[in-house]
């Protein structure tokens, strides 16, 4: 996939690009609102991260002008101000989803993923692993083809895990991909453990190998090896 | 006291002693006069019984005065003084009681033979003749006082009141409301200053709290980049093959503690939010399906420690924003989750105008006027120090009644929804 990353802070910006490139995937970058107006003119992504605040502009015109020249890209908006005007105001100009920073590069792979799989109306919702199919639209896990019932956290913590998969994911990462960032559990991320063990038993007694791995007690990584 | 109370203390405390000094000096005075002339009418009389005696060579008969009684005495031997004045009690036969009486107590040789004589004369109606003029001048007076202490009682009642709108105005400012503090209109010049004084001040604090809210919201905003750039570093050392144990464990820590600088920022950013009454929007809200949700919503945390949960909610619905509400409870529940021992129990009771939430604790009774203060929290706990302090502010803005108890152990968190 083609990702356009316009961000002026450039370590976060390599780090998104580093994660990105690791995953396959060709990375863009722009630093200003003027190279972002330049590359978003003339090329084509499959989604385009976009900083509201840049030195020279304001992220929501990028978004405008973006719209108006009819572009068929995603943006997935990453700011710092998280006022909930600014996020309803951006997505109805038509980002298609909203990132508050900081977040986690895992949840930025997951959202961009998210984003493309549904703008490609004609591609299936359906994500595979090996023996594992994911259906992301009718929220259904299949196992060889049977049925395996989770519950809905249950459901998008494996799909947060496949969707970022070969990639160690932090429990920080992790809590506050399912919990949001409302709960006050900073001091308590290891209640996800109870969580990824249930998930874990739910597949190997389906006849799922165990794709799980841990990563000495900070995080854990869903990958073959 | 009251500063017209105090006034009106010294004021009485003067005039009383004033008007008992006037009043005794008065009376000596007037006393002395009158003892002087009865000694004068005493001394005419004594010189009537000398002439008589002198030329008749006998006393005349004690009958034959009018208005004094005169005595006589044979004595002796002549005593010291000659004469002497000196105060008595007497009977009067005619209006048959005693009476303070002045007597002349003198000695005559008449045909060799000493007497003694006394004159007493009746100091009665004198003394109702002083009476009368102390009352008549001293009533006029206590009268004048009294009036002139209520016409003072009305008049500064009306002088002060500038001063008491002033002071219900200062009273009605609240920085945290939008309110401002109303100028009052007078003439007096003291007041016209006091009232420039606190309009200033008024205008300052507010300007003040601004420029700190300000600050605080774009100090946090200025945060989050910087936070985000970690987050992402950590993110990226965390893909490296070569991560050992140590690593990993520096990195869990590091992951630990930018969890909580994110969460510290946006609590202050939130409190910012609910301050400048930036949530606005306002919708029906089934507060008994919410508090459901977000039971589901912490399930896990729950568990964790083992927790026993008994809800008793009855249907009810607020008209409010669903974000300060969301906030509302999802604070009610942390903190009744993190404070809390493993195994203890959390009541939820939502009545019809009421939401309480109680749980067992660690801790005993809590100071009730501090727990709600930014960053107070004990030493044990690993939260932010924030999250009760969202809870006021949530309520404050919305008119709810905040409170804390602290019953059978149990530490309680009581909300009245008391307005719409």
């Keep these: 996939m083609k990702f356009l990353i316009v961000e002026d802070e450039e370590g976060l910006r390599k780090s998104i690009d580093q994660y990105l490139t690791a995953e396959g995937n060709i990375c863009d970058w722009a630093s200003t609102y003027e190279q972002g107006y330049q590359k978003l003119s003339i090329y084509d992504y499959d989604c385009v991260l976009l900083d509201l605040t840049l030195p020279d502009g304001e992220g929501l015109q990028l978004l405008k002008h973006l719209k108006k020249i009819n572009k068929a890209d995603g943006v997935l908006i990453i700011s710092a101000r998280n006022s909930l005007d600014q996020k309803i105001e951006g997505l109805s100009i038509g980002a298609d989803d909203y990132l508050i920073k900081p977040f986690h590069l895992s949840e930025l792979y997951a959202r961009l993923l998210a984003i493309v799989r549904r703008r490609n109306f004609n591609g299936n919702s359906l994500l595979h692993f ?86 000495y007690g900070v995080g854990y990584k869903f990958s073959e090896t | 006291m009251k500063l017209f109370t105090s006034y009106n203390r010294i004021l009485a405390v003067i005039t009383l002693t004033g008007l008992l000094a006037i009043g005794f000096l008065f009376y000596q005075t007037l006393g002395q006069y009158i003892n002087k002339q009865i000694e004068d009418h005493l001394y005419e009389e004594l010189l009537e019984v000398k002439d008589f005696a002198h030329v008749k060579n006998i006393l005349p008969s004690p009958d034959g005065f009018d208005d004094v009684i005169v005595e006589y005495r044979k004595i002796s031997r002549p005593s010291h003084s000659s004469k002497l004045f000196a105060d008595t009690v007497f009977y009067n036969p005619k209006k048959k009681h005693e009476e303070s009486a002045r007597y002349l107590k003198t000695q005559l040789l ?95 604090v507010k300007s003040d709290y601004r420029e700190i809210k300000l600050f605080t919201e774009n100090a946090s905003h200025e945060m989050m980049t910087p936070l985000a750039v970690i987050n992402s570093k950590l993110d990226t050392m965390l893909q490296f093959n070569s991560l050992g144990k140590e690593e990993s464990e520096i990195l869990a820590d590091l992951y630990k503690a930018t969890s909580k600088l994110t969460k510290l920022n946006q609590s202050l950013l939130l409190l910012v939010k609910i301050d400048n009454n930036q949530l606005q929007a306002r919708e029906e809200i089934d507060l008994k399906t919410l508090l459901e949700e977000k039971l589901g919503y912490f399930q896990e945390l729950i568990q964790k420690r083992n927790l026993k949960v008994k809800t008793e909610t009855a249907a009810f619905t607020l008209y409010a924003n669903r974000s300060l509400i969301e906030i509302l409870v999802n604070n009610l529940f942390s903190n009744a989750i993190r404070h809390n021992y493993d195994g203890g129990s959390i009541q939820i009771t939502l009545t019809e105008d009421s939401l309480i939430f109680s749980n067992t604790g660690t801790q005993t009774r809590l100071d009730p006027l501090k727990i709600f203060e930014r960053f107070y929290k004990d030493n044990t706990s690993d939260g932010t120090g924030l999250g009760l302090a969202i809870l006021k502010q949530v309520c404050l803005r919305q008119h709810y009644q905040l409170s804390y108890h602290y019953e059978q152990r149990q530490h309680q968190f009581r909300i009245i929804f008391n307005s719409r």
């Design chain 2, 110 to 204: 008449i045909k060799g033979q000493r007497y003694e004589v006394i004159i007493t004369a009746s100091k009665f109606e004198r003394q109702e003749q002083i009476k009368s003029i102390i009352l008549i001048i001293l009533l006029p007076l206590v009268v004048l006082l009294f009036v002139l202490w209520l016409v003072n009682r009305i008049l500064i009642r009306r002088m002060w009141l500038p001063f008491r709108q002033l002071l219900t105005n200062i009273k009605a400012f609240n920085i945290n409301k939008e309110k401002v503090f109303e100028p009052i209109r007078t003439n007096i010049e003291e007041f016209k200053e006091l009232n420039k004084a606190v309009l200033e001040v008024s205008l300052k």
């Design chain 1, 130 to 215: 090996n023996e594992l199919e994911i259906d992301t639209v009718s929220k259904e896990t299949k196992v060889n083809g049977q049925l395996v019932y989770f519950t809905r956290k249950e459901f998008d913590l494996l799909l947060y895990f496949v969707a970022n998969k070969n990639k160690v994911i932090s429990k920080s990462a992790a809590v506050v991909h399912i919990w949001g960032d409302d709960a006050d559990m900073a001091d308590s991320f290891d209640f996800i453990y109870t969580h990824i063990k249930n998930v874990r038993k739910k597949l190997t007694d389906s006849g799922c190998k165990d794709y799980f791995q841990s990563v």
